[in-house]
C-alpha cells in the first residue's frame, strides 16, 4: 500500500511539474525542487510520460516605448538553441515590422508585420530559414510611425509547437 501511495506522490510531482514547465522556464522547476532528491529525475520522469520539458537559453523581452524611429537591439543564440519563438504584440497607431538578422552570416530568421493593435506569434523550428548559433540584430521598421509595443525572443533546445 506504501509502495502504491509513494507511486501515486510520484505522478503527482511529475505532472505538476509539467504544468509548471509550461508556463515557466526550466529553471524554474529546479529551483522549486532544490534540496529534494528527486529533482535530478524530474526530467527524466517527464520524458517517461510522454512530455518533453522546454529549455529555454536565451530570452530578449524588449518595450516599444514610440520614441525612436526604427529601434534595433541584439540578441544572442546559444549552439544547442536553434528553436526561435517570436511573439509581437504592437499596441501603436500604425503597423510595424520586425527583421531578425544574423550578424555574421546575414541571413534573416524573421521578418514579419505586426498590425496596429494586433499581436502575432511565430516559430522557427531551426528550418526555413536554419537558425545559426551567434549574434542577430532585432530591428523595428515603423515606416511613418514610431513603433510602439513589446517584442519577445525565446531559444529552445526543443520544437516549440
Known amino acids: 500500500m506504501k509502495k502504491n501511495f509513494s507511486k501515486l506522490v510520484a505522478s503527482a510531482t511529475i505532472l505538476s511539474t509539467a504544468l509548471l514547465i509550461s508556463v515557466a522556464p526550466?529553471?524554474?522547476?529546479?529551483?522549486?525542487?532544490?534540496g529534494d532528491s528527486s529533482a535530478v529525475s524530474v526530467n527524466a520522469g517527464l520524458k517517461s510520460i510522454g512530455i518533453t520539458p522546454y529549455a529555454i537559453k536565451d530570452t530578449l523581452t524588449w518595450d516599444l516605448t514610440g520614441n525612436v524611429v526604427d529601434p534595433s537591439t541584439t540578441y544572442s543564440v546559444t549552439v544547442g538553441y536553434p528553436n526561435i519563438k517570436l511573439y509581437a504584440k504592437?499596441?501603436?497607431s500604425k503597423d510595424f515590422r520586425i527583421?531578425?538578422?544574423h550578424d555574421?552570416?546575414?541571413k534573416v530568421i524573421f521578418d514579419k508585420t505586426v498590425e496596429a493593435g494586433k499581436s502575432v506569434e511565430v516559430i522557427n523550428n531551426d528550418s526555413s530559414p536554419?537558425?545559426?548559433s551567434g549574434n542577430y540584430t532585432v530591428t523595428i521598421y515603423g515606416g511613418s510611425g514610431l513603433p510602439?509595443?513589446?517584442v519577445v525572443l525565446?531559444?529552445?533546445d526543443t520544437k516549440w509547437q
Open 130 to 132: 536554419t537558425v545559426p
Open 90 to 92: 504592437n499596441t501603436g
Open 154 to 156: 525565446k531559444s529552445s
Open 104 to 106: 555574421a552570416k546575414n
Open 26 to 34: 526550466a529553471s524554474a522547476a529546479t529551483t522549486l525542487f532544490a
Open 148 to 150: 510602439k509595443g513589446q
Open 99 to 101: 527583421e531578425v538578422k
